[in-house]
Every structure is written in structure tokens, then in C-alpha cells.
């Protein structure tokens, strides 16, 4: 048993019925900023702006159900209930509709107990992206089916992330296509975008971009809106179209979250603009309207099919207000209706008062036009969809299936549905065949709308077009260019470009800092040619090839990079593998000689790991070697990166134990026993860690890529890997330099220790070395152009490679081998004094 410790007390419709439908509709929407303390409960969210479309979609899930119930052959004696919330078109608001559904908080507190499974199976909802999003994720978990009917974030086919999720709308991808091919139809190269500031509008908005910058189009300027912005925001986005020079703008957002920005622009009486539509508004009554007209007139986008349901008119012609209550969603579509008010106590006296008696007969209003659905139409297909689900549940025809797939009304787990669900093939009584794809989407089909005033001033929807996402490629998009009206009642295509195209002659070239459909048209120049007498008269020759002597054609440019071919890197990777041979023979001879005293005074571990260091940064130059890659130039930096910051590592630990080791003299105060063998491993560890870890972060941010360089000869392509990050990669090699000085600090200040058992003086003429190299390196490396830069960073590494195997290992491979009798431990404590360096 459990106990449910409050309720969110939501308004909302219910009808009882052996099995309930959940609905989630925004009502209203805007949800009001509430004043909250976090001291004590919130109070219940306040919603404004009644919208008589949503106030459609929630009637016709009411009527579709009503009418399942009266078809005998569908759901036969089983009767259909609903359970309706508002959700403000509010994520937050949307995510408490749906957990009053699942837990069926319109029971009494007391009286409630927990079940095994949700009272729901299902839920229709919502309209907006965000508010699906919110929902699907929330649902997911317990298995209950949502369907949307005006959700078309392409996010929403994620089947990994939204499993129970289906809609009757199409994803936004196919709408993105649509409007991409629809620009790309017409010749707009510089269009404005604007999208809705949430799921919706910026996955919208990007799938468009990618698309129709593929076709060449620019993207003049691109905001977002939403319906919460303040009225400052709204005047800088309209200051933004109003200097803006392109004259197409694609406007991807919803209706509610659109309007506050399209009620400027008619305030401020702006024209000229070709506005495109999503969706998500193209059939919209609320800006469609005649004052609206001069400024938006000749909009143009992408719908569902629409459907005349007749019977469905009766059905809102008797819609009445409630008379025992004054916040029902009736009295809000009756005050909206009428201009009235069920309040008695406004202080507003010219709002006139409701009776409840008003006619809906004598209103002319397009809410009760039935002929036109779309998104209705969608909700009712969606209805139906969870019937014909649940019919196919209850009334299992396959013995097989047993008692999984099977199930009787009062007995029916979400999960079951759920998997119905995916296998629904319908054809529905307007005849439409009803199915979901395995991403739970329908077949994607639109009409193109374009908003044209008829002989009485109205606006309508009229349709010019079709896309069918499912014909043959070239086959999908349709349009009847003479029937539609443009913006100012034109009807030539408008054109929108950033620059005219160039005469012949001439060839386009970028205005500095601007998108490449703004040009300036200029001679051709020196690497083009010129065979056409169009606005592409002069062609740049591409990357790799040059313009041949007389101008007429292209030649291959020839590429550099340092080959193992060459004669230099033939060199280099000889010198680079003997260099590894020559550590690898070293660390044999210390392997061999590991017992004696000279490789155990010199801490043979790190030794080791020295040397095993050292190979790798001789054959680390290797990868410098060759044509460069993407995992190339990624593993050259980096390897070289980490094997010289061990072999530094290796060094300050050796020198820091030399240090200690002398100043151990008092024996209670012994530094040793802080830098025993756990310790100079950690200091190895933690110096390599810190570049693995710069590297990491190096290779997430920007990592190195090849790239091909043109400035260095006009006929040649020198290829070479660029680093990607220089801050990163100064990062790495400043990392080098700490350690380096830092050991040579170290190590200067022990030269003077006694010298038969001093490592000091070894590792001080080492970094005097390395530091040498790598200071005169930076020039070199700078001024050298081509493939003998990359043969310069080959010789630093190999360089310093050298000194550090020979000033190190040099002086003791020599008393192990020709001079073993000073190979004892006698002959290492000796105190001899040291020589000044």
C-alpha cells in the first residue's frame, strides 16, 4: 500500500466508461508567472488567452468517442470514457495533466490507493512538441501509449528515448523537406528565419538549414520567439526584418508562441515580406484575418490533408455554458463567442454580462466550419486509433497470442495496448488508411496552403499544392503556380537575393563578412577560368588545381607532404629507428646488468620506464611521416605529447629521490620514507595524467585535423595537419618546458652531491640539451615552409631523444660494459668530492 500525498486540483472533463481515454489540450495558452515564496505550496497555476481551436481538438476527441460508442462494430459493449486536462501549453503544466491522469487524482485524497497498473491505458496529447516531450518521458516508464495529433518535432521518432510514443501528424523532417524544396523551387537564395524558442522551433529550424544550405540558399538573419517574450524583445526581432534586405522569411513556431510578433508587424504596418509558414500556424484563424491582410497576406506553407466531417457541426452547434459553475471550459468558449462574461464581479463595465441563451446559430464564425479539419481531424484519427487498439485487444482472434496479447476490459495492462498499437492497420470511415510507421509515425502527405482574401474581405486557405513524401523522387512536390496570390496581391514569384548575379565577364566574389550569396562582381583573376557567358562566367578552379597557362582549363596542383619516399624522410625514419633499436639494446644491457649495483643505485624502475619512454618518442616522429590523416595528426601530437612528458616525469622523480637521499642525515627525520617507491610513482603518474588530461580536453574541444595549405606556391597543395587548438597545443608543449626547467633546477642543485652515486650532473647536461634544441626549434620551426616544417619538429624530437638516451644511460652502459670492476657497491658509497659543473 502506498499514499498519495496531494493533488495538482486541475481543471478538466471527465465522462465515466469501461475503459477512460486521457486527453491533454491547451486550453489555454498561456500559463501566468505565479509569485512563488518556496516557503509554502504553490498555489494552482493561473492560465490565460482561451483558444477556440484548442477548445475544437478537445470536442472532437469528446464526439469521436461518443460516436465509437454507438458503432456496433467496434468496441461492442464496451463503452469509451474521458478524462481531459488543460496544460496551459506549459511543459510543466502538461506534465501534471498527465500524472493526473496516470494516478487518477480527481479521487478524494482519503480515498485513494495505489494500483498495480495506471486507470489510463492511453493518452491523446499534445499539441505542442515540448509539451509531448515532457509527457512521452514521463509515460514511457509505466508503458502507456501517447498519441499526439499536432506534435511534429522530428526528436519525437527516437524510439530509444520515446518507446510509447505515436502520432496522426508527420515528423518535422518531412515538413522540412517540403519547405527546403519549396524555397529551392521558387529561387530563394536569401531568405530570414524564425522559430519558436523550444523543441519545436529549433530542431525545425536546423533540419531546414542543413537541407537548404546544401541547395545554396543563405540564411540572412535567424531568431526565435516565444509567447512569454517581453515587449522589448518583440521590437528588436521586427527592428531585425525591417533592415534585413531578404524578402522571404520562414517563420517555424506555433501559433500562440508566433502571434506577439505578427501583431507587431501589423502594428507597424510592415509589408513587402513573403512570409512562409510551418504547420504549426498556416491554418490558423487567429492571424488569418482581414486586418491582418496588408501585411501578411499571400502567406504560404505546408498542412495535413484536410476532411469535412459533417456530423460533427451538430455536435458543436450544442455546446452549452455550465450554469453551476463560472471556469468551465464552456463559459470560456461562451464568453469568447459572445464577448460576454459569466463574472459578475468585473470591474469592467462595458464587457457585457452572459445569460447562457445567446444563439449560436446567428454567429457566422469560422469554429463551426467542419468542412476544413485538419488538426481535428488528426485528434479524431488518433481517437480512433487507440479504439481500433483496444478493440483488437479485447477481442483477440489468435489462440497464440494467449494471455499477453490478450485481454478483457476490466483486466487491461498499458503495455498491452502499447504493443496493439504498433500494429493497427485501418481504413477509416472517410476512407484515409490509418497505420504507424516503427518510429510510431504516419505516412508523411501535405497540402501547400496559401492565404488569399475571397469577394467578401475574408481570408481563406486555399490549396495551390500537395508534397507526398512517399511518391518516387521528383514526384513528391506539386504546385500550382498561377493560382497562387503573393504578397500584395501579386502574381509574379517574388524574388529574394542578396546580390543580382554577375554579367559576363565578371565572377562572383564575397563581400568581407558576409554570406556567400552576397557578392561583389569582379574581373577573374589569376587561378580561374572563364568558358560560360552566365553569372558563373569565371570558375574558380578548385582546390587542387590551378589555372593552365592560357586560362582555358584546370591542372591538377601537385601535393607536398614528407613521404616515406623521400629522400629526407627516408633519413629521418632511418635515424628513428635506430634510435629506438639503440634504447631498446640499452635497456637490455640493463636489464642483463639488473642485480648490479650501479642500475639498482639509479632506481632501476624508473630507469626502466625511461627508457621505455625514450622508444616511444623516437618512433612517435614516425606518425610525422607520411600523408597526413585525422588519426594521424591526432596521434602524432598526442603521442609525442605524453611520451616526452614520462620521460620528464621519470627524470624530476629521479632527481627529487637524489635530493632526498642526501638530505636524509638525521635518522627520526628521514625525508625518504615521503619519497619511496609508491611516490615516485605517483609523481610519474600525476605528471602523466596532467597532459593525458590536457590532451583529453584538447582533442573534445578542437582537436587536430589535416588541412591542405594553398599560400605557400600557387601550384602546389601542401599538405599538413593543422593543430587544431594552438592554445592546446601551447598548452602541451609550455607543460614540456615546466617539467623540463624544473628537473634542470632540480638537477643543477644536486651537481654537487657526491659524485659516484650522483645522477644530477647526468640529468643536468640532458636538459641543457633538450632545452637547447627545443629553444632553437621555435625559429626554425616558424620559418621553415612546406613538408620541412614538419621535417624540423622530426628533428627536434629525435634531437632531444638522443641527448636524453646518451647523457643519461651513456655514462653507465660505459662502466657496465668496459669498466665493470666500478660496478660495486663499494665503489658507489665512496665519498669522493664532487667536481664543480
Known sequence: MCKLFGAFDLPGLYEDGDIVIGGVFPIYNKELEGNNSFRTTPARSQCA??????????????????????????????????????????PSQALKAALTLMNGQEKQIAEFNCKEDSPIPAIIGESGSSQSITIARAVASFGISMVSYFSTCACLSNKQEYPTFFRTVPSDLFQAEALAQLVEHFGWTW????????????????????????????????????????????????????????????????????????????????????????????????PSTKQNFKSLGGVIGFA?????????????????????????????????????????????????????????LKLNHSFFDVTQLRVSYNVYKAVYAIAHGLHSLLFCEDELMGVYLCANVSNIKPWQLLQHLKEIRFTNRLGEHVYFDPNGDPTASYDIINWQENQNGLVEHVTVGYFDASAARGKQFMINEDSIIWHGNQTRVPRSVCSESCPPGARKAVQNGQHICCF???????????????????????????????????????IEFLSFEDTMGIILMTVALFGAFITLIIASIFLYHKDTPIVKANNSELSFLLLFSLVFCFLCSLTFIGKPSVWSCVLRHTLFSITFVLCMSCLLAKTIVVLMAFKATVPQNNPMKWFGPLQQRLIVCAGTFTQVLICVI?????????????????????????????????????????????CFVLAFLARKLPGNFNEAKLIT???????????????????????????????????????????????????????????????????????KL
Request: charged share 20%.
Open 765 to 835: 647536461f640532458s636538459m641543457l640539451i633538450f632545452c637547447a634544441v627545443w629553444l632553437t626549434f621555435i625559429p626554425a620551426y616558424v620559418s621553415s615552409p612546406g613538408k620541412y616544417t614538419v621535417a624540423v619538429e622530426i628533428f627536434a624530437i629525435l634531437s632531444s631523444s638522443f641527448g636524453l638516451l646518451f647523457c643519461i644511460f651513456g655514462p653507465k652502459c660505459y662502466i657496465m660494459l668496459f669498466r665493470p670492476e666500478k660496478n660495486t657497491k663499494r665503489n658507489l658509497m665512496g665519498k669522493l668530492p664532487s667536481k
Open 49 to 90: 488567452s482561451f483558444d477556440l481551436r484548442a477548445f475544437r481538438w478537445m470536442q472532437i476527441m469528446i464526439f469521436a468517442i461518443k460516436e465509437i460508442n454507438q458503432d456496433p462494430t467496434i468496441l461492442p459493449n464496451v463503452t469509451l470514457g474521458y478524462r481531459i486536462h488543460d496544460s496551459c501549453a506549459s
Open 520 to 558: 561583389d562582381c569582379i574581373p577573374c583573376a589569376e587561378g580561374e577560368i572563364s568558358n560560360t557567358t552566365d553569372s558563373l562566367e569565371c570558375i574558380k578552379c578548385p582546390l587542387e588545381y590551378w589555372s593552365s597557362d592560357d586560362g582555358q582549363r584546370c591542372v591538377l596542383k601537385e
Open 698 to 742: 584538447w582533442l573534445v574541444v578542437s582537436p587536430p585535423f589535416p588541412t591542405k595549405y594553398l599560400q605557400y606556391h600557387n601550384a602546389k597543395v601542401i599538405l599538413e595537419c593543422n593543430v587544431g587548438s594552438p592554445i592546446a597545443f601551447y598548452c602541451v608543449l609550455g607543460y614540456i618546458g615546466i617539467l623540463s626547467c624544473l
Open 191 to 286: 531568405i530570414g528565419t524564425i522559430g519558436g524558442d523550444n523543441e519545436y522551433g529549433r530542431y525545425g529550424i536546423q533540419a531546414f538549414r542543413e537541407l537548404v544550405e546544401q541547395a545554396g540558399v543563405c540564411i540572412a538573419f535567424s531568431e526565435i520567439v516565444l509567447r512569454t517574450y517581453s515587449k522589448e524583445r518583440i521590437l528588436k526581432i521586427v527592428d531585425i526584418i525591417k533592415m534585413s534586405t531578404a524578402k522571404v522569411i520562414l517563420a517555424f513556431a506555433s501559433e500562440g508562441d508566433l502571434y506577439p510578433l505578427l501583431k507587431e508587424i501589423v502594428h507597424q504596418n510592415i509589408t513587402g515580406i513573403q512570409w512562409i509558414a510551418s504547420e504549426a500556424w498556416i491554418t490558423a484563424a487567429r
Open 304 to 360: 495535413s490533408h484536410k476532411m469535412a466531417i459533417p456530423e460533427f457541426k451538430p455536435f458543436l452547434m450544442n455546446l452549452r455554458p455550465t450554469t453551476y459553475s463560472t471556469g468551465g471550459f464552456e463559459n470560456a468558449f461562451w464568453e469568447a463567442m459572445f464577448g460576454c462574461t459569466f463574472n459578475t464581479g468585473t470591474s469592467v463595465l462595458s464587457t457585457k454580462k452572459c445569460t447562457g441563451y445567446e444563439n449560436l
